[in-house]
Each structure stands twice: as C-alpha cells, then as structure tokens.
C-alpha cells in the first residue's frame, strides 16, 4: 500500500514509511531492518541467504529494537513457556491437590495436607517462581495463555529471545514478590498472571518508543485492572507486581543507549532483582 507521502512501506514493518530499498531484491525497507552491504542496503531475508555483502550469512544479522538477533519463529520463547504451563497443568490434574501444594506461592503456614509447615519463609525459595507456572483451574489456565500467546507474539520479536525470556521471568518474580509481601501468610496463589501482566506492561513500553497510537493499549491495561480490582480470587499483588516489573525491565531494554546498551540492560535487569529480593527478605525477616 502506497501512502499519500509517495513513500512505500517497509516490507517487514508496514506502518514505516521508507525510501530506501534493498539491493538485491529491492524490498522497500526501514533503517531498522535495513544491514550495510558493500553496495547500499540490503533486506533481512538477502543478508541470511548470504546473498553477497562480502560476509558470512550471519556476520551482519538484523536486530531487533532491544538488540537482539531477529528469529525466524518470533514466538518460540512464547512456545516453550506455554509447553511448561501446559505440562504442569497436566501434573496437577493427573496428582491432584498435593503438587498444588508443594509448589503454589505461600509465605509461611502449616500444611495439614503435607503435615508440616510450609511457605517462602520456611526456605522454599522455589515457590516464588514454580507458583508463577502453575495453574489448576482450566478456564484460569486457558485465559492465561491466550494473553500469552497472543501479547506474547507481539513483544518478543521486538525484544528478541533471549532478552523477552529474561523479561518474563523478572515480571513473574515481581509479581510473586509483590504477593509474598502484601498478601496473608497463610494465603495460597499461583497463576501465570504476573507474567501476562507484564508483558502488558512491556507492550505499553514498546508501544510509546515505537510512537504507535497508545490509546489501544491504555484502554487494554484499564480494562485489565478492572477485571483486577473487581473479580473475586484475584491475586491483584501479584498483576501489579508483574506490570511493574515488565514494564522497568522492557523501558532498560529498548531505552539503553547503543554505546553501553549491553551493560544498561544487564544493570536494569539486575535493578528489578535487587528490587524483588528485597522485598523478599524483608517479608521473610517479619515473617520468621
């Protein structure tokens, strides 16, 4: 589709007008996509077909907005946390209440199904992320990962692999530490909402660098807070903890300077750590 400026779109980023074209195959294509040839510019696709920039298929491999390396599957990080969803779904169903026992988000309690006192605060560190994965309810599981699949396919290819990985894994973090911290000792949750909830939050983020419309997405983030705030048996620590935790944890992967990005975004996930581990060991030190 040709826009009034005259200008084509990029191939791989319709709503980015570009004049420039690739070399080889002369694909309109935008600075992001665009990789230095010994001539011009030229596509992703020419450059991994080792289409002749002087190097190797993979010397000069496109990047995406954080950094990384562009996937071909912009979804198999997603893949796999929904296979490891999936499959801890099926342990539950398959043992019952007890694994739900051992490996849900509980601060400090006394377990009479296991016969012995349980939670964070007794030393199982672990809680804090298996409960992040855990679901035992199917419509729970099943909303779940669909907001999974579904924002998921939109921020990890923006992130790249191994940085969106990171990025779920500290918003799952947040968000069960927000819960170990304001919620009752004795008061079980599990669930991959901190998660779903922070890439909402990562979303947000990408979506204001990108300079796209924000009103789709502030009208999204209300309506999910909503739900939140108003359904019953909703860990809202847990939905807020892993927002903000996305949020930060995005905002230092796509905002970190060229020059230093590396050491900015190594420092800005490790901020959200310290942050989270704090909160732990200050629960725990009330707690115990």
């Not at 669930?191 to 300079?211: E, M, N, P, Q, Y």
């Amino acid at each position: 589709m040709e826009p009034q400026s005259g200008l084509p779109r990029c191939y791989r980023h319709p709503d980015v007008e570009t004049g420039i074209r690739c070399t080889r195959c002369e694909k309109p294509i935008c600075p992001q996509c665009m990789v230095s040839a010994s001539v011009g510019f030229q596509c992703p696709d020419c450059v991994r077909d080792g289409s002749g920039t002087g190097h190797a298929a993979d010397a000069n491999q496109p990047r995406t907005l954080a950094g990384g390396r562009v996937a071909s599957d912009g979804r198999l990080v997603t893949k796999i946390l929904i296979a490891i969803n999936l499959a801890l779904f099926i342990a539950v169903q398959v043992a019952g209440d007890r694994l739900v026992d051992e490996l849900s988000l509980i601060g400090y309690a006394y377990n009479p199904e296991l016969g012995e006192v349980v939670g964070v605060a007794d030393g199982e560190w672990y809680r804090l992320l298996t409960s992040a994965f855990l679901h035992q309810e199917v419509a729970h599981f099943v909303f779940n990962m669909l907001g999974l699949w579904i924002i998921g396919g939109i921020v990890e290819p923006e992130l790249g692999r191994v940085r969106y990985a990171a990025m779920c894994l500290l918003s799952g973090l947040s968000g069960s530490a927000l819960a170990y911290l304001l919620s009752a000792a004795n008061q079980p949750s599990l669930g991959a909402s901190g998660i779903v909830f922070g890439l909402i939050g990562g979303w947000a983020v990408l979506t204001r660098r990108r300079r796209y419309d924000m009103r789709p997405v502030a009208l999204f983030v209300g309506l999910s807070l909503l739900l939140t705030f108003t359904r019953p048996g909703i860990s809202w620590e847990a939905h807020i903890g892993g927002l903000v935790g996305g949020a930060l944890v995005t905002y230092g992967l796509v905002h970190a300077p060229r020059a230093r990005r590396e050491l900015v975004q190594y420092a800005a996930c490790g901020l959200v750590v310290l942050i989270d581990v704090g909160l732990i060991l200050a629960r725990s030190a009330a707690l115990t």
